[in-house]
């Protein structure tokens, strides 16, 4: 296992693979793709991933607004699912 996780840990220095620490006592590991984000439900730990056109748009012009070319970001949500 730390074998595993020394392997994990090298990818994500060589940039293969994104690193993700969801507030858990572990992390995960996805090997990178095309540019989205993610919604943890906190109860089933299910991560739901997504891509909004309009949020990438703004978070180049709030880093313009404060005198930056953004160059990367991240983002995660953290929800519980509806009940109605
Ligand atoms: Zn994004």
């Known amino acids: 296992m730390a074998t595993v996780y020394r ?3 090298l990818l994500d220095e060589l ?3 994104q ?3 969801f507030k858990e006592s572990f992390s995960r590991f996805e ?3 095309e540019h989205h984000h993610h919604l943890v439900d906190v109860e089933s730990g299910e991560v739901i ?3 909004n056109e309009s949020l990438e748009i703004l978070k180049h012009e709030i880093a313009a607004e ?3 070319d953004l160059v990367d970001h991240t983002l995660e949500l953290y929800g519980r699912r509806k009940r109605n």
Do not use: A
Request: net charge negative; glycine share 6%; no cysteine.
């Open 7 to 9: 392997t994990l840990n």
């Open 15 to 17: 940039n293969l693979v």
């Open 19 to 21: 690193k993700h620490d």
């Open 31 to 33: 090997v990178k793709e």
């Open 49 to 51: 991933e997504f891509t």
């Open 66 to 68: 404060l005198g930056f």
